[in-house]
């Protein structure tokens, strides 16, 4: 039985997730105009990221996913 990959959006020109690029702290500060720093508080706070032999990486479909969650106003 074959399964397909799961890919980030239905378009031919997604990117599969298993062949997302893992991306580094400051990689995701430089795509969101942010600091490091900023990187490292958003981790703690919940921000997806794999700790990879020692280092924190990152999937922007992942992180763009969280953040949209972040800003989206809770209904009262």
């Known amino acids: 039985m074959s399964r397909k990959p ?3 959006t239905d378009s031919p020109n ?3 997730v298993l062949h997302e690029r893992w991306l580094t702290r400051r ?3 430089e795509h969101y105009g942010f600091s490091v720093r900023w990187v490292v508080r958003q981790t703690a706070a ?3 990221g794999h700790k990879i032999c020692g280092e924190y990486r990152y999937r922007l479909s992942e992180v763009d996913a969280w953040l949209g969650v972040q800003q ?4 009262a």
């Open 46 to 48: 919940g921000m997806p």
């Open 6 to 8: 799961t890919t980030t």
């Open 72 to 75: 989206t106003p809770i209904a």
């Open 14 to 16: 997604s990117v599969s």
């Open 27 to 29: 990689q995701i500060a």
